[in-house]
């Protein structure tokens, strides 16, 4: 029996053109940067595209929750992260919940808004395969890339 760990909250929520030069550095992140390393930057431009906001619905690992989206889901570049989160602060949300993207190379990013006198972003990389069960009571979101219809021949 195939298990729903997601539930969707919003759709087709924009995410912009990226040159592939965008970075996740302090800039983005003046609350830091924690967690694994990144490999060495490449840039990869990607095109507009759209995505899916998700609350966490059943507890899980990263494993299962992005596994039950498929294997053939979108995985997410840097650039496209920086980017989206330039354009979309409104679906991060602050306090307990995280917002999860799971990245080409293997990584999640994992953004928190922390607050000391105001808000700024945090970034934690973590391993896909990480053992951590994150939980359903917190509200965790996963922004997940939605698959582009063919342009028409």
């Known amino acids: 029996m195939e298990k729903n760990y997601l539930r969707p909250l919003a759709t ?55 596994g039950s989206l498929g294997k053939d889901r979108l995985r997410w570049t840097r650039s496209q992260v920086a980017r989206y989160l330039r354009d979309n602060t409104d679906h991060i949300e602050s306090g307990e919940c995280s917002t999860f993207f799971e990245l080409e190379e293997g990584l999640v990013a994992r953004v928190i808004f922390v607050g000391a006198g105001g808000f700024m972003l945090m970034l934690n990389v973590l391993n896909l395969f990480n053992e951590a069960i994150w939980y359903e009571d917190n509200h965790h979101r996963f922004i997940i890339l939605q698959p582009q219809p063919k342009p028409r021949a």
């Open 12 to 66: 087709d929520v924009p995410v912009g053109a990226a040159l592939g030069t965008e970075k996740m550095d302090m800039g983005l992140f003046p609350g830091g940067i924690y967690g694994l390393k990144f490999p060495p930057h490449v840039a990869k431009p990607t095109p507009a595209m759209t995505a899916t906001v998700y609350e966490l619905a059943l507890n899980g690992k990263f494993i299962e929750i992005y």
